[in-house]
């Protein structure tokens, strides 16, 4: 009995040796695979703890090294460690870019250095990249991707706006206007200058677009031999045409090769979502570099139907297609929407179209959207028309790589807990959880016990 005792403990002892044994390379493999793989899960409200994919996209096509410096204080008076703050914000991008630098600087002991960065505010951040600089107050991620974004544009773009017959202006802020627009083409990098033909002869070189939104009065025919030169040159086109009359600039769609159908799409889908019927919903694309990966829902309040024939000038992309169900109404808007089938045109149907041709060895590209509506202050927030915006600029400017879903502000969320809900955890946590580990533990010690002694006995 005793010889089987001993076998019985020297084969525990092995066992229990193997088990050491193996639970150390275990440590060890995973303190390996720790050391060579990063790997995180945000379980966090809207993602806040990770990057969006638009973030990502930015960061890989930057190439250089991204110096990052902050003029904070030790402590700030209303966020205290405003740099512990802005640390682990900024680490989200250097866990994708790793070139990107981070310092600190205390604008309280080097306030020339602070002054001369153009510091205005305690925490204001300075980005560089590629010898140019931007100034950043706002920690979030929409705020810093944009400001990457800006840098990593070559240059900055020039937009001519058409102006002097009551366009949507790109700095205005009544609810026609593009003011809200234009703020954002500024941040993405682009620089834009009213253009009166009145005055101007000609249009810019420099310019890298024309944009025409919507003119409320005729252009003088002088005026539009100016356009129709721009466009036999090769210049670049945006041409928001809403249902109400050419305004004079016939000869630009004939130019174009383009039929502007009479009428305002009414689109049954957009009350089923309670918008009204004239509120067409963009869900349908076509293959473009505009609306590559774009799955999202654009709105344009008031559209018309934009027609094209195919032709050997152009090549004509039908960019947007709404109102499956719903067609081109003729009639009255005061009165109920009735499809007929004599007088209106049947879904679905093109409201915008992208245009490229080649001029002198440059392609030239031109968009025309059947609507203004979607980019004005009042409805740009609808839907992602902000983001369909800026594609279709950064398109026509040749700056595809640019064309990204813009990101959003991150939502941040309190956890607030009434006084009884806090007791319970702490109670949980720190006496109920511990206890029964200890608890488990105790049992799983006295049954050890209890068996040592039996095989003893044996």
Not at 350 to 372: C, K, L, P
Not at 411 to 425: P, Q
Request: net charge negative; proline share 4%; glycine share 6%.
């Amino acid at each position: 009995m005793t010889q089987v005792s001993k076998k019985f403990r020297f084969h525990q002892k092995v066992n229990q040796g193997v088990f050491v044994l193996l639970l150390l390379l275990l440590c060890l493999l995973l303190g390996f695979f720790a050391f060579e793989t990063r790997m995180q899960w945000d379980v966090s409200q809207n993602n806040r703890n990770s990057l969006s994919q638009t973030s990502i996209d930015i960061l890989e096509k930057m190439d250089g090294p991204i110096q990052v410096t902050a003029y904070a204080t030790e402590q700030h008076a209303q966020f205290g460690d405003v740099r512990e703050i802005i640390h682990n914000f900024v680490q989200l991008y250097q866990r994708i870019k790793p070139d990107l630098t981070l310092a600190f600087v205390d604008p309280t002991e080097y306030p020339n250095q602070a002054r001369e960065a153009g510091v205005t505010v305690n925490g204001e951040m300075v980005v560089n990249f590629q010898q140019k600089q931007a100034n950043l107050t706002t920690i979030n991620e929409q705020a810093f991707t944009q400001v990457l974004m800006r840098l990593a544009r070559p240059q900055e773009k020039l937009i001519m706006a058409l102006s002097g017959h009551g366009e949507r202006n790109l700095n205005g802020p009544a609810n026609y206007d593009l003011g809200d627009f234009g703020r954002q083409l500024r941040i993405n990098g682009f620089i834009s200058q009213p253009l009166n033909l009145a005055i101007e002869s000609q249009i810019s070189a420099e310019a890298e677009m024309l944009l025409i939104a919507s003119p409320q009065t005729d252009l003088l025919p002088g005026e539009v031999s100016i356009l129709l030169d721009y466009i036999d040159e090769g210049g670049n086109l945006l041409w928001l045409v809403d249902q109400e009359s050419l305004r004079g600039l016939l000869p630009l769609t004939e130019k174009l090769q383009l039929i502007m159908t009479p009428g305002v799409i009414v689109d049954p889908q957009a009350e089923q979502l309670k918008a009204p019927m004239t509120f067409a919903l963009g869900t349908s694309y076509g293959q473009h570099e505009i609306t590559n990966g774009f799955n999202y829902i654009t709105v344009f309040p008031y559209a018309r139907q934009i027609s094209f024939q195919e032709n050997e000038v152009w090549r004509t992309i039908p960019l947007v297609e709404v109102a499956q169900n719903g067609w081109v109404e003729k009639g009255s808007l005061d009165e109920a929407f009735i499809f007929d089938q004599d007088e209106d045109v049947a879904g679905p149907i093109t409201v915008a179209v992208a245009m490229s041709r080649y001029v002198n060895d440059r392609e030239q590209r031109v968009i025309v959207i059947g609507n203004g509506h979607f980019l004005a202050n009042t409805y740009l927030g609808n839907g992602n028309n902000l983001d369909f915006g800026i594609n279709i600029v950064n398109w026509l400017v040749g700056d595809e790589e640019m064309i990204v879903i813009q990101p959003r502000p991150t939502v941040d969320s309190h956890l607030i807990l009434t006084e009884t809900a806090l007791t319970v955890t702490v109670v949980v946590f720190l006496f109920i959880l511990p206890g029964i580990f200890l608890l488990s533990g105790v049992v799983i010690w006295w049954r050890r016990k209890s068996v040592t002694k039996v095989s003893n006995k044996t």
